[in-house]
């Protein structure tokens, strides 16, 4: 009974079609589905090399919140222990950014005095405005090591137990002098 009432039904409703919503005519398409309308038509995307990482701070607390955000947010290790991560900028990464878009704030990762390597892993910094610094140790110039171990090993120079020796010695003797 179903079947033939769908045979009879099919070809009225495929008459009928949903209404996709309105799309304008013009503008400049983007991927993703993203269409721009410029306000002048001889408009060009200026130059713009996108960061490589972006570093992602949760500014919202993980508590009422559906469990598919709470899910993503586990993933990105930005749950209520960690605030700040850093990810890597590639579309399914994004598409993870964009439905929690009003949990975190997005900052690019910018590298000033160019991109650090293996060996100044350990000496980088990462500012909150996304700026990564590189700050390696600084070594002592060899004439400064050579004046420290000469006047570490001058028989001249009064160490410590010499000067109290001798503070206590004028202490006691107030009008004697010292050595």
Known sequence: MDRQLLKILNPVFTSFSRSKGFKA?????????IVYFPRSPDHKDPEYTPSKLFRVERIRPVKNNPW?????????????ENRVTVVKNIPEINSRLWKIKHLIKLTPITFPYGEPSEEDINHTILKENGQCIVTKTLAPHPT????LEKFDNNKNKMDSTTIKKDSRYKWNNAYGGGF
């Open 25 to 33: 005519r013009g503008g400049l398409r983007y991927p993703g589905g």
């Open 144 to 147: 400064q090591i050579e004046a």
């Open 68 to 80: 598919w955000q709470k899910l993503i947010l586990k993933e990105l290790k930005i749950d209520e």
